[in-house]
């Protein structure tokens, strides 16, 4: 069974601070990884992808990703009230379909 | 830009009835997935297709079928529904043959009752 983890939280950040949202997963054949953001009662959006080792940024988010140690995280600078979600990891499995297994999602709020 | 749209957006349904939720795609998106996500679950795959063909199978009822059509729109089909079935389904898209993003659409919120 290929797993998704992630710290359920809530996490809790004042407005202005770094988020810092951690995932970590099961098969080590795994090449894709998502961060997804939902709002309750909506569907997911996709905010970073990341295909290679190291970080990736984009805008106020940093993805960073190692394989060696199958950990993939996502930081949030200068985190804003609107920022308050579930940030969904999620892991896409090639050979197939390339269906994404998801884990069950950090609830983020960000205080002002 | 254009998303994925899906209807009907709320469906409520009585045990046993069927119930046919319909996707489309992204342009130029040539795979379309199902999720279906319970209240407070992540969402689980349930079925995918890749140009008109199946292409994967998830934790997908036997009471549940799928098909994508010539114009790649997708619908799902469900029958005998159970109160069980009451979640939210997601359709996503995606370009395969240049990426692996999938996009997901507003959803269909379903109630079976």
């Known amino acids: 069974q290929k797993e998704v983890e992630q710290n359920s939280g809530p996490l809790s950040v004042p407005e202005g601070a770094i988020a810092s949202l951690n995932c970590t997963y099961s098969d080590r054949g795994s090449q894709s990884f998502f961060w997804y953001r939902q709002y309750s009662g909506k569907s997911p959006e996709l905010i970073m992808f990341?295909?290679?080792?190291g970080d990736k940024e984009d805008g106020r988010f940093t993805a960073q990703l190692n394989k060696a140690s199958q950990y993939v995280s996502l930081l949030i600078r200068d985190s804003q009230p609107s920022d308050s979600a579930t940030y969904l990891c999620a892991v896409e499995y090639r050979g197939g379909s390339e269906k994404l297994v998801f884990g069950k999602g950090t609830k983020l709020t960000v205080n002002p | 830009a254009a998303g994925v749209i899906q209807s009907p957006r709320h469906l409520i349904k009585e045990k046993r009835e069927t119930a046919t939720l319909k996707c489309y795609p992204i342009p130029r998106h040539d795979t379309v997935y199902w999720y279906q996500q319970g209240p407070g679950q992540d969402p689980q795959f349930l079925i995918s297709?890749?140009?008109?063909?199946?292409?994967d199978k998830g934790s997908i009822p036997d009471r549940f079928s799928a098909q994508q059509f010539s114009d790649y729109h997708s619908e799902l089909n469900m029958s005998s529904l159970e109160l069980g079935d009451s979640a939210l389904y997601f359709c996503?898209?995606?370009?395969?043959?240049?990426?692996?993003?999938?996009?997901f659409g507003p959803g269909t919120r379903l109630t079976v009752t």
């Open positions: 990341i295909y290679s080792n």
């Open positions: 996503a898209s995606s370009r395969r043959t240049n990426s692996y993003e999938q996009y």
């Open positions: 297709f890749y140009e008109k063909m199946q292409s």
